[in-house]
């Protein structure tokens, strides 16, 4: 039986490290981290690394089950997917487990209110970014490429891969620049 604990933030600018120490508190063994979105479990490799390696009797700690995910279907399947394997969910605020009958309600009702939550912040974010489009404020997302070097690269006869490889991104971002110009190779 072990204890394994699973954080996650949203942004590589957020902090992991308040989750860390509460699953550290709680004698998790073994404790994987990532940054990424809760959305889905797309490119979650850290939680998909916890669910292979859970045996039966082990126990899943998450500081808050927004953590888990923040959409109640995949909350719910991964909950299930714990159990299948002989496993436990514990959620530390509130906490609940799914080691009783009642835990497993209450994480339903915890999964629909994350999800909830989620709709509520993409609201919010979208009507941000439309008063901001009114006013003649709104920049658009950070740019993360420096398209001029993209650019210079590929003058300078690299090709996408070899671009991709130097400034640190896929071949797909570095693609949509060229394309863009019309002059992908």
């Given at each position: 039986m072990a204890?394994?604990?699973?954080?996650?933030?949203?942004?590589?600018?957020?902090?992991?490290?308040?989750?860390?120490?509460?699953?550290?508190?709680?004698?998790?063994?073994?404790?994987?981290?990532?940054?990424?979105?809760?959305?889905?479990?797309?490119?979650?490799?850290e939680l998909a690394t916890v669910l292979e390696f859970l045996r039966p009797g082990d126990e899943l700690m998450v500081t808050r089950l927004d953590r888990l995910g923040r959409d109640t279907r995949d909350?719910?399947?991964?909950?299930?997917?714990?159990?299948?394997?002989?496993?436990?969910?514990?959620?530390?605020?509130?906490?609940?487990?799914?080691?009783?009958?009642?835990?497993?309600?209450?994480?339903?009702?915890?999964?629909?209110?994350?999800?909830?939550?989620?709709?509520?912040?993409?609201?919010?974010?979208?009507?941000?970014?439309?008063q901001a489009k009114r006013e003649g404020v709104y920049k658009g997302g950070k740019q993360r490429l420096d398209r001029g070097q993209v650019l210079a690269l590929r003058d300078q006869n690299h090709n996408p891969t070899q671009i991709a490889k130097l400034v640190g991104c896929s071949r797909m971002q570095v693609y949509r620049i060229l394309n863009g110009h019309g002059t992908a190779r």
């Open positions: 204890r394994i604990g699973y954080a996650r933030v949203s942004t590589v600018d957020q902090d992991l490290e308040t989750q860390l120490a509460k699953l550290k508190a709680e004698g998790c063994e073994v404790i994987r981290s990532e940054k990424v979105s809760g959305g889905s479990r797309d490119r979650r490799a909350v719910l399947n991964l909950i299930y997917e714990c159990e299948q394997k002989g496993a436990f969910v514990t959620v530390l605020d509130p906490h609940v487990s799914t080691r009783g009958e009642m835990g497993h309600i209450v994480l339903t009702v915890l999964g629909m209110v994350a999800q909830m939550e989620r709709r509520f912040i993409k609201e919010r974010q979208r009507d941000g970014i439309e």
